[in-house]
């Protein structure tokens, strides 16, 4: 599994303009999720997900499943040179 996730709907679905915001939102989230499972279930060591800047609620939401979730060692921007504000890097605990 490649540990560098984008989040861009143009890299989720062929036809990112006929999706409703809400319905955008909830394909993102559940991308997010279903990746980072993924991730911990393979015990990986750390994952980026890019999420873009926009208007910060896929940021803000990613960062709260985050901070709810057990398995997670802590997060924070990805590299500013590389990706803005725009990814951020989770790093996962150890089984």
């Known amino acids: 599994m490649p540990d560098l996730i ?24 559940k991308v997010f999720n279903n990746t980072l499972e993924k991730a911990i279930a393979q015990d990986m060591k750390n994952i980026t997900f ?7 609620r896929l940021k803000s939401e ?14 924070e921007d990805a590299d500013h040179k590389k990706f ?3 990814a951020t890097i989770v790093y996962l605990k150890s089984r």
Do not use: S
């Not at 984008?6 to 989230?29: C, G, I, R, S, V």
């Not at 890019?50 to 910060?56: E, K, L, N």
């Open 6 to 29: 984008d989040l861009h709907l143009e890299e989720l679905t062929e036809n990112p303009k006929k999706l409703f915001p809400h319905a955008a939102f909830e394909l993102q989230m």
């Open 50 to 56: 890019i999420h873009g800047v926009g208007v910060g």
């Open 62 to 75: 990613i960062r709260k499943e985050l901070g709810l979730n057990p398995h997670i060692k802590g997060f």
């Open 84 to 86: 803005g504000y725009g």
